[in-house]
């Protein structure tokens, strides 16, 4: 694949942009909680029907010696109780909710992270909870890190077949550098791997297609939802007015 990031990111201008600050930040101001800075509140009390007032909130320690961001925590407040949870990222990339289907009953609050350094960058870090109405609890059941340096990404599917799975992509460490690819599927809101392979897709192998979406036709077929003669999977985030198979991968020519 092309090497760049292809994931859309506002880090730290989430401030400015105003797109995780849609909520009223009323946590952070009356409840003692880790770091200086509130960089997200979101009230998920109407969204998950939950039994009681939550809130989910990202904080952030100040800057360290070498001015880099200092690290995130994760705080879900129940009645205004907190329960905090730390990692080693420091810029925020997104928090959503994530609705799979138009029809879903069961959303799913996403966190993505990067780990910033003074070098080229540390892993990308995607959390995943789920509301447990019977213990009214937010259960994680998903903590996963890729390098998007080298194009690792990891997706959650919202539309065609795989609605409901979410998807990784990995670059081999070694010649000839190919990507493997994993494949979770969320059951009873539980994950549960239903598939690894290495791809057909290389680092740096020139296709301006993501790499998920240039193995969408492998991973497809491998869980029986396409075959050879049936119209390859449109690209989730890219326009192509071209598609075709090469060496059973999904290749773009714009």
Excluded at 32 to 52: E, I, K, M, Q, Y
Excluded at 77 to 95: F, G, K
Excluded at 107 to 135: C, Q
Excluded at 221 to 228: D, E, I, N, Q
């Amino acid at each position: 694949m092309i090497a760049c990031d292809r994931v859309m990111r506002c880090e730290l201008l989430m401030a400015v942009c105003g797109l995780m600050l849609s909520f009223p930040l009323t946590a952070a101001a009356s409840v003692n909680l880790p770091g200086v800075t509130t960089l997200s509140s979101t009230d998920l009390t109407a969204t998950f029907h939950t039994r009681t007032k939550w809130e989910f909130v990202i904080r952030q320690d100040p800057p360290d010696e070498f001015e880099l961001p200092g690290s995130l925590h994760f705080c879900f407040l129940r009645d205004h109780t907190p329960d905090c949870s730390d990692s080693h990222q420091n810029t925020l990339v997104e928090s959503t909710i994530v609705h799979q289907t138009a029809a879903a009953t069961h959303p799913l609050l996403s966190v993505v992270a990067d780990w910033r350094t003074a070098a080229s960058g540390g892993p990308r870090l995607t959390r995943i909870w789920v509301y447990n109405a019977k213990s009214d609890q937010f259960d994680q059941i998903f903590n996963q890190e890729v390098r998007r340096q080298n194009n690792g990404e990891i997706r959650i599917i919202t539309n065609g077949p795989l609605v409901g799975y979410t998807v990784i992509d990995r670059a081999g460490r070694h010649a000839p550098y190919r990507y493997d690819i994993s494949v979770y599927r969320l059951v009873n809101s539980r994950y549960r791997e239903v598939l690894s392979y290495a791809g057909n897709s290389k680092y740096n192998d020139g296709n301006p297609l993501p790499v998920i979406d240039a193995e969408m036709a492998e991973i497809e077929r491998r869980l029986s939802f396409w075959k050879p003669g049936d119209p390859l999977p449109a690209p989730a985030r890219t326009h192509c007015s071209n598609l075709e198979l090469r060496h059973g991968i999904e290749w773009c020519e714009p």
